[in-house]
């Protein structure tokens, strides 16, 4: 019973490291997206001042 539990506890614990991970991935993406766009979107809007 302790060895069962002990088990479940280490999966469990590797499948919520697992799931952090991926959401960490996901939300640094969203951002790096975000920032790419703001600065796309700085340039050109410069650019058109420039002319």
Do not use: P, Q, Y
């Amino acid at each position: 019973m302790k060895r069962s539990l002990l088990r479940l506890a280490g999966i469990t614990a590797s499948v919520i490291g697992i799931a952090a991970t991926l959401i960490s991935d996901w939300v640094d993406e969203k951002k790096m997206e975000e920032k790419v766009e703001r600065k796309v979107n700085e340039a050109f809007d410069k650019r058109e001042k420039e002319s």
